[in-house]
């Protein structure tokens, strides 16, 4: 078969990929499938990455990395066939993701081309077709395997045939439900939050003061301790009150007007447009709820608890409809759903910490008294009360409890086997040559040396 050529992507994600010259390692050709060759200088890097990340390879790098390489080619020659292409919004997401990632953990994105000794641009272009080509591989892979059909009595044939030591042990875990109350802020506070906002806008636009400075001095977003900057993002990754005014902004050296989001108040500076994704750094500032208002919110709690338990003039479910501000589980009769596994069953770990010490010593059925905790998503003060609605012990994984789980784990099983059984055939069908010196491997799959 003809491969179309293409830049392979390294053998493990990379974040160290241009660190090393190529130019002092020797190009010799370690394997040829169909008609493109693996270099060894390919493999080396691959290998330095790992050893870098600190990623593990299980056997001889020499021979696994490679291995590697070649799959992704039999991958990325199906897509060619298949005609897979990769959503180019969705590529760039992921790579301003990563690259935002390195930003904030070398410190600048000079600090990063410093690292890696290359342009920015350059790293993009290589993260660009690193991401591009993984999105056609799982593209692939899912079209290999979207006609898999899924019946209870292959689940219950599977569980029967796990080794015992292959059935999962499950931890203790608890399903909740919620009502809450978020206090609202008193509109000094707001408006000392704006002048504090307006006075740094001012400071910045009389060239008084650098933006990124007082981001770092003052802000109270995750992106103060990078000067408050963002990264480049498309409109649909801003919350829409943010995007609205900073797509809008023209003059880097101007400030926008104060924007009120779900988060907090902000003040936007814009650093860069490039077609529809910008990168902007901002200042958020978080009004403070007041103590009187926590403790008022206590007491309303109370008295709802006290007529759920005690009167029986209100039932949990409709405390939750009716009274509770809490906007995921408003409409759930309080039913808190794991973002993790998108089941109702939380790990005490997957708790925010509050409600895992309230339900920690509860029963089934009973409710908690009123405690303050931080809402998660918004990173303010709310004031809940919690029932347990069921408890699962610490146990060993069964069909009873754990049926979604294990079906779960079957769906994987029988995925990679069929994956593994394309691949073999794909294998079987193309030309492969391994030149001497890289032959004596223990392959993961079977057919790569061919029978003369």
Same mark, same amino acid.
């Given at each position: 078969?003809? #491969?179309?050529?293409?830049?392979?992507?390294?053998?493990?994600?990379?974040?160290?990929?241009?660190?090393?010259?190529?130019?002092?390692? #020797?190009? +010799?050709?370690? $394997?040829?499938?169909?008609?493109?060759?693996?270099?060894?200088?390919?493999?080396?890097?691959?290998?330095?990455?790992?050893?870098?990340?600190?990623?593990?390879?299980?056997?001889?790098?020499?021979?696994?990395?490679?291995?590697?390489?070649?799959?992704?080619?039999?991958? *990325?020659?199906?897509?060619? @066939?298949?005609?897979? /292409?990769?959503? +180019?919004?969705?590529?760039?997401?992921?790579?301003?993701?990563?690259? %935002?990632?390195?930003?904030?953990? !070398?410190?600048?994105?000079?600090?990063?081309?410093?690292?890696?000794?290359?342009?920015?641009?350059?790293?993009?272009?290589?993260?660009?077709?690193?991401?591009?080509?993984?999105?056609?591989?799982?593209?692939?892979? %899912?079209?290999?395997?979207?006609?898999?059909?899924?019946?209870?009595?292959?689940?219950?044939?599977?569980?029967?045939?796990?080794?015992?030591?292959?059935?999962?042990?499950?931890?203790?875990?608890?399903?909740?439900? =919620?009502?809450?109350?978020?206090?609202?802020?008193?509109?000094? +506070?707001?408006?000392?939050?704006?002048?504090? =906002?307006?006075?740094?806008?001012?400071?910045?636009?009389?060239?008084?003061?650098?933006?990124?400075?007082?981001?770092? !001095?003052?802000?109270?977003?995750?992106?103060?301790?990078?000067?408050?900057?963002?990264?480049?993002?498309?409109?649909?990754?801003?919350?829409?009150?943010?995007?609205?005014?900073?797509?809008?902004?023209?003059?880097?050296?101007?400030?926008?007007?104060? &924007?009120?989001?779900?988060?907090?108040?902000?003040?936007?500076? *814009?650093?860069?447009?490039?077609?529809?994704?910008?990168?902007?750094?901002?200042? *958020? =500032?978080?009004?403070? &709820?007041?103590?009187?208002?926590?403790?008022?919110?206590?007491?309303?709690?109370?008295?709802?608890?006290?007529?759920?338990?005690? %009167?029986?003039? =209100?039932?949990? /479910?409709?405390?939750?409809?009716?009274?509770?501000?809490?906007?995921?589980?408003?409409?759930?009769?309080?039913?808190?759903?794991?973002?993790?596994?998108?089941?109702?069953?939380?790990?005490?770990?997957? @708790?925010?910490?509050?409600?895992?010490?309230?339900?920690?010593?509860?029963?089934?059925?009973?409710?908690?008294?009123?405690?303050?905790?931080?809402?998660?998503?918004?990173?303010?003060?709310?004031?809940? #009360?919690?029932?347990?609605?069921?408890?699962?012990?610490?146990?060993?994984?069964? *069909?009873?409890?754990?049926?979604? @789980?294990?079906?779960?784990?079957?769906?994987?099983?029988?995925?990679?086997?069929? &994956?593994?059984? $394309?691949?073999?055939?794909?294998?079987?069908?193309?030309? &492969?040559?391994?030149?001497?010196? $890289?032959?004596?491997?223990?392959?993961?799959?079977?057919?790569?040396?061919?029978?003369?």
């Amino acid at each position: 078969m003809k #491969i179309k050529k293409l830049l392979a992507p390294a053998a493990v994600l990379a974040c160290s990929a241009f660190a090393f010259a190529q130019n002092n390692i #020797i190009e +010799e050709v370690a $394997w040829i499938i169909g008609d493109e060759p693996i270099y060894k200088s390919e493999i080396e890097q691959a290998y330095q990455d790992a050893q870098q990340e600190r990623m593990p390879i299980v056997g001889d790098p020499y021979c696994v990395i490679p291995e590697q390489i070649a799959i992704k080619r039999l991958f *990325l020659h199906q897509a060619d @066939l298949d005609t897979v /292409e990769a959503q +180019e919004a969705i590529v760039q997401q992921q790579v301003d993701a990563q690259l %935002n990632y390195l930003i904030t953990n !070398l410190g600048s994105r000079e600090k990063v081309e410093q690292y890696f000794n290359k342009p920015f641009t350059e790293l993009r272009d290589y993260y660009t077709t690193d991401v591009r080509n993984r999105f056609r591989i799982s593209q692939v892979r %899912n079209s290999l395997t979207k006609n898999l059909k899924v019946t209870p009595a292959d689940v219950r044939k599977y569980f029967a045939e796990l080794p015992e030591d292959s059935i999962p042990y499950i931890p203790l875990e608890v399903e909740v439900q =919620l009502v809450a109350i978020r206090p609202s802020i008193p509109r000094q +506070e707001i408006d000392d939050v704006k002048a504090r =906002l307006r006075d740094y806008a001012d400071r910045v636009n009389r060239g008084e003061s650098d933006f990124s400075t007082l981001a770092i !001095l003052y802000s109270e977003a995750p992106e103060g301790i990078r000067g408050g900057e963002i990264g480049f993002v498309g409109r649909g990754q801003l919350v829409p009150e943010y995007a609205a005014v900073a797509f809008n902004l023209n003059d880097p050296k101007k400030v926008s007007k104060i &924007v009120e989001t779900e988060y907090g108040f902000h003040i936007i500076q *814009l650093i860069e447009k490039r077609g529809d994704r910008i990168n902007t750094r901002h200042i *958020l =500032l978080r009004p403070k &709820v007041a103590d009187k208002d926590l403790t008022e919110a206590i007491t309303r709690l109370d008295s709802v608890r006290t007529d759920i338990v005690d %009167n029986k003039k =209100l039932t949990f /479910e409709d405390a939750a409809r009716y009274i509770s501000q809490d906007k995921d589980t408003h409409n759930s009769r309080g039913v808190l759903v794991n973002s993790e596994t998108g089941t109702t069953r939380f790990q005490m770990s997957q @708790l925010p910490q509050e409600i895992a010490k309230a339900v920690g010593t509860m029963e089934p059925g009973e409710i908690s008294k009123p405690f303050v905790m931080r809402d998660p998503k918004h990173d303010r003060e709310m004031v809940a #009360i919690v029932k347990l609605t069921r408890r699962i012990d610490a146990h060993k994984a069964n *069909l009873g409890d754990d049926y979604q @789980l294990i079906k779960d784990m079957y769906e994987e099983s029988a995925r990679g086997k069929m &994956v593994e059984d $394309w691949l073999q055939k794909k294998i079987a069908d193309t030309y &492969v040559r391994i030149e001497d010196g $890289w032959r004596g491997c223990d392959f993961q799959y079977k057919g790569w040396i061919k029978s003369k």
